[in-house]
């Protein structure tokens, strides 16, 4: 047989996608927080990320993983990682919409919220490459801790030019940087860290130590620079390490291997060693991790929009595939019991963004005290339950696409991408325990309770559950915050926060099902429990 009997009822996959004009939650949400903000560069964006070309780039910097060259054929150290020539097209894309530092230099209104919206469209492009651009976005404010050196980086952190060669900063179109934190010993108890600084003197950039240790989790490693951990003589210090030296030598940090992961494919982290490895201290010696934490508030942003970008990629795929597929005489899209897990999925996806996007409007914000305070709350809040509920997501998002949401082959094997994506947004940058237990420390600084209260306030009246959830709320804060119900007030914060913001960015048929289902006992353990009341239609048409 040289030909295939005919094919047919097969999905067509989704390409050359509109991310944001495809996107009404997105618009809308945007719309809500900044209603002068100018969409159309971001729609031009969507248009250009969401174009076929570039997602067979994704596809090809995933299939062709980074190679780790530790040493030239003559013996000489290299510690280099060779990537796909796809892998760089995407992060000259990423770079060059300024999904890195280039919201910290642009001074129009909505910088951070306008970032945000990129990097969540971007996400749905590839996820993977974004780990350097969060790092060099999120370090900014930490690299403040050395003004010397922020001064002297903070042009390339921000330049639109992606410019891979390893070369000394001055000579560099554009810089990118990590952070290294992690050892083997312990990720999250980062105080149990061995690495060493010793005190090596002084020059243009301040107090100069040399280290010794290593980082058993790396990612990265081609950035410039990193900020990273280690025990100086007065304790744990936020160091920041170059790969090349001022004097254009090699910095001591050894490539030792590559991290062989579930997902994640187009992105290196690796093991490293230092050897003597020159570094300059940030901020206070021995006030490291309160430093260090700086960036990490911004990069757990960035795994809430990241995990809201994924979840809607992952219903835009199931949307996809049920509107082309017929069983048992219909689409599949139109069958009751499939409309009740698209409608739940499209709720989530769209609390999702509503809360990531209300964070970094936040962060926007955060000269003003009561946007601060809401910021720091919203973090571990937005980062625990949103991620948390990413991998539940992509799990039934797959199973709406049948058996050929499993395989990794064509369009759909988008759908497997996001899948392994997903629980590592859970897990890096603090994990959700850790992020739990960050809220209570959250919610320890200043009057948390009236900054929930008034961030609540417009929603006040719009259905009796949310209403009953709010008056619940200084009880809540007092009974569940507490090491072992953290989880819990995390979780009950997260949906309120979402159903306020619902009844003001959504229409009633959405807002109305997600207070249903999400606090009013009316849902299920899993997706596709809506209640009889929920107008899955409405919500379908929006999706
Ligand atoms: C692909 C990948 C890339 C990474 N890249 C980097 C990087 O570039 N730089 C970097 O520094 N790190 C990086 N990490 C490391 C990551 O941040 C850590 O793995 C993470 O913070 C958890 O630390 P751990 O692995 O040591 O786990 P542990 O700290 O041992 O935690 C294990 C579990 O215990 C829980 N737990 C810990 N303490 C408590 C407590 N007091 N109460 C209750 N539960 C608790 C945690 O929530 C977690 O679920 C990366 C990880 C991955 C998977």
């Given at each position: 047989?040289?030909?295939?009997?005919?094919?047919?009822?097969?999905?067509?996959?989704?390409?050359?996608?509109?991310?944001?004009?495809?996107?009404?939650?997105?618009?809308?949400?945007?719309?809500?927080?900044?209603?002068?903000?100018?969409?159309?560069?971001?729609?031009?964006?969507?248009?250009?990320?969401?174009?076929?070309?570039?997602?067979?780039?994704?596809?090809?910097?995933h299939?062709?993983?980074?190679?780790?060259?530790?040493?030239?054929p003559?013996?000489r150290?290299?510690?280099?990682?060779?990537?796909?020539?796809?892998?760089?097209?995407?992060?000259?894309?990423?770079?060059?919409?300024?999904?890195?530092?280039?919201?910290?230099?642009?001074?129009?209104?909505?910088?951070?919220?306008?970032?945000?919206?990129?990097?969540?469209?971007?996400?749905?492009?590839?996820?993977?490459?974004?780990?350097?651009?969060?790092?060099?976005?999120?370090?900014?404010?930490?690299?403040?801790?050395?003004?010397?050196?922020?001064?002297?980086?903070?042009?390339?952190?921000?330049?639109?030019?992606?410019?891979?060669?390893?070369?000394?900063?001055?000579?560099?179109?554009?810089?990118?940087?990590?952070?290294?934190?992690?050892?083997?010993?312990?990720?999250?108890?980062?105080?149990?860290?061995?690495?060493?600084?010793?005190?090596?003197?002084?020059?243009?950039?301040?107090?100069?130590?040399?280290?010794?240790?290593?980082?058993?989790?790396?990612?990265?490693?081609?950035?410039?620079?990193?900020?990273?951990?280690?025990?100086?003589?007065?304790?744990?210090?936020?160091?920041?390490?170059?790969?090349?030296?001022p004097?254009c030598?090699?910095?001591?940090?050894?490539?030792?291997?590559?991290?062989?992961?579930?997902?994640?494919?187009?992105?290196?982290?690796?093991?490293v060693?230092?050897?003597?490895?020159?570094?300059?201290?940030?901020?206070?010696?021995?006030?490291?991790?309160?430093?260090?934490?700086?960036?990490?508030?911004?990069?757990?942003?960035?795994?809430?929009?990241?995990?809201?970008?994924?979840?809607?990629?992952?219903?835009?795929?199931?949307?996809?595939?049920?509107?082309?597929?017929?069983?048992?005489?219909?689409?599949?899209?139109?069958?009751?019991?499939?409309?009740?897990?698209?409608?739940?999925?499209?709720?989530?996806?769209?609390?999702?963004?509503?809360?990531?996007?209300?964070?970094?409007?936040?962060?926007?914000?955060?000269?003003?005290?009561?946007?601060?305070?809401?910021?720091?709350?919203?973090?571990?809040?937005?980062?625990?339950w949103?991620?948390?509920?990413?991998?539940?997501?992509?799990?039934?998002?797959?199973?709406?696409?049948?058996?050929?949401?499993?395989?990794?082959?064509?369009?759909?094997?988008?759908?497997?991408?996001?899948?392994?994506?997903?629980?590592?947004?859970?897990?890096?940058?603090?994990?959700?325990?850790?992020?739990?237990?960050?809220?209570?420390?959250?919610?320890?600084?200043?009057?948390?309770?009236?900054?929930?209260?008034?961030?609540?306030?417009?929603?006040?009246?719009?259905?009796?559950?949310l209403?009953?959830a709010?008056?619940?709320?200084?009880?809540?804060?007092?009974?569940?915050?507490?090491?072992?119900?953290?989880?819990?007030?995390?979780?009950e914060?997260?949906?309120?926060?979402?159903?306020?913001?619902?009844?003001?960015?959504?229409?009633?048929?959405?807002?109305?099902?997600?207070?249903?289902?999400?606090?009013d006992?009316?849902?299920?353990?899993?997706?596709?429990?809506?209640?009889?009341?929920?107008?899955?239609?409405?919500?379908?048409?929006?999706?």
């Amino acid at each position: 047989m040289t030909a295939t009997h005919e094919v047919f009822n097969q999905a067509e996959p989704l390409t050359d996608r509109d991310l944001l004009g495809s996107d009404r939650a997105l618009q809308d949400t945007l719309r809500h927080l900044a209603p002068a903000l100018d969409q159309a560069p971001l729609q031009a964006l969507g248009r250009q990320w969401g174009r076929a070309a570039m997602q067979e780039h994704a596809r090809l910097a995933h299939l062709h993983r980074p190679i780790l060259l530790t040493h030239s054929p003559q013996g000489r150290r290299l510690d280099r990682v060779d990537f796909h020539p796809s892998y760089h097209v995407l992060m000259q894309a990423a770079i060059g919409a300024g999904l890195h530092g280039g919201a910290w230099q642009d001074a129009a209104p909505h910088a951070h919220l306008r970032r945000a919206a990129g990097f969540m469209m971007f996400t749905q492009l590839d996820p993977a490459i974004l780990c350097p651009v969060s790092m060099s976005y999120a370090v900014m404010p930490a690299l403040a801790g050395n003004p010397a050196i922020a001064r002297d980086w903070a042009a390339g952190l921000g330049s639109r030019t992606y410019d891979p060669e390893l070369k000394a900063w001055p000579l560099k179109a554009g810089l990118t940087m990590g952070m290294g934190m992690t050892e083997k010993q312990g990720g999250s108890d980062v105080r149990a860290n061995t690495t060493r600084a010793e005190p090596d003197g002084h020059d243009a950039w301040g107090q100069r130590l040399r280290l010794t240790g290593h980082k058993w989790f790396f990612s990265a490693p081609m950035c410039d620079a990193f900020l990273v951990l280690a025990q100086a003589p007065a304790g744990l210090s936020c160091l920041f390490l170059p790969r090349v030296l001022p004097d254009c030598q090699l910095n001591g940090l050894r490539i030792e291997r590559l991290k062989d992961k579930l997902g994640n494919h187009a992105n290196a982290s690796s093991e490293v060693e230092f050897e003597q490895a020159q570094a300059w201290l940030v901020g206070e010696e021995g006030r490291g991790v309160s430093q260090i934490l700086e960036m990490g508030a911004l990069t757990r942003l960035d795994c809430a929009l990241g995990t809201a970008g994924l979840m809607r990629a992952a219903l835009s795929l199931a949307l996809n595939h049920t509107r082309q597929r017929q069983a048992f005489g219909k689409a599949l899209i139109d069958q009751p019991l499939m409309k009740q897990v698209l409608a739940d999925l499209a709720l989530e996806s769209q609390a999702a963004t509503a809360l990531a996007l209300r964070l970094a409007h936040a962060v926007d914000q955060s000269d003003q005290p009561q946007e601060a305070q809401l910021a720091r709350l919203l973090t571990p809040i937005a980062k625990f339950w949103i991620c948390k509920r990413g991998s539940a997501f992509a799990q039934e998002a797959m199973e709406c696409l049948g058996g050929n949401g499993y395989v990794e082959e064509g369009g759909q094997g988008l759908m497997a991408r996001i899948y392994r994506e997903m629980p590592l947004n859970s897990i890096w940058e603090g994990a959700g325990n850790i992020m739990a237990l960050d809220l209570l420390r959250g919610l320890r600084q200043g009057a948390a309770l009236a900054c929930l209260q008034r961030e609540l306030a417009p929603a006040l009246g719009r259905h009796a559950a949310l209403d009953r959830a709010m008056s619940r709320l200084p009880v809540m804060l007092q009974e569940m915050a507490t090491p072992d119900q953290a989880r819990r007030l995390a979780q009950e914060l997260a949906l309120l926060l979402q159903a306020g913001l619902l009844t003001q960015i959504a229409p009633p048929a959405l807002w109305q099902a997600f207070c249903e289902s999400r606090l009013d006992g009316q849902g299920g353990l899993t997706f596709g429990m809506l209640g009889p009341r929920a107008d899955v239609d409405a919500i379908l048409a929006l999706a």
